[in-house]
């Protein structure tokens, strides 16, 4: 079982960027394949990236491909979306979501896929 918890949200200008972290507990890390998701004042929440539990398999929604980059690092069981070219569009709370998965490559875009979640963190960019 691993508790996320993310960091790194804050207010940034439209263009710039910004780096999202999730640090979870727990010492089996690598076993759990991450997502990024954010939902925004009055939308549901919606997929933003995710990544296998050896990294070897990403995914994202259109909307930031190109844009953001996943990844994570085993060793020190983080997660991180890397956020450029942002747009007052990206607005939203940023949800760092986990789930144990057998197989290395396997990746979740549905939130439903997920069992742990973190308790979010604000991402504002002003036009």
């Known amino acids: 079982q691993v508790q996320p918890v993310e960091s790194g949200g804050g207010l940034v200008q439209a263009g710039g960027s910004l780096r999202l972290s999730c640090a979870a507990s727990?010492?089996?890390?690598?076993?759990?394949?991450m997502g990024w998701f954010r939902q925004a004042p009055g939308k549901e929440r919606e997929f933003v990236a995710a990544?296998?539990?050896?990294?070897?398999?990403?995914d994202y929604a259109a909307s930031v491909k190109d844009r953001f980059t996943i990844s994570r690092d085993n060793a020190k069981n983080t997660v991180y979306l890397q956020m450029n070219s942002l747009k007052p569009e990206d607005t939203a709370v940023y949800y760092c979501?986990?789930?144990?998965?057998?197989?290395?490559?396997?990746?979740?875009?549905?939130?439903?896929?997920?069992?742990?979640w973190g308790q979010g963190t604000q991402v504002t960019v002003s036009s």
């Open positions: 990544i296998s539990r050896n990294g070897g398999g990403t």
């Open positions: 979501a986990a789930e144990f998965v057998p197989g290395y490559y396997s990746v979740y875009a549905r939130a439903e896929g997920y069992h742990y």
């Open positions: 727990g010492r089996t890390f690598s076993s759990y394949a």
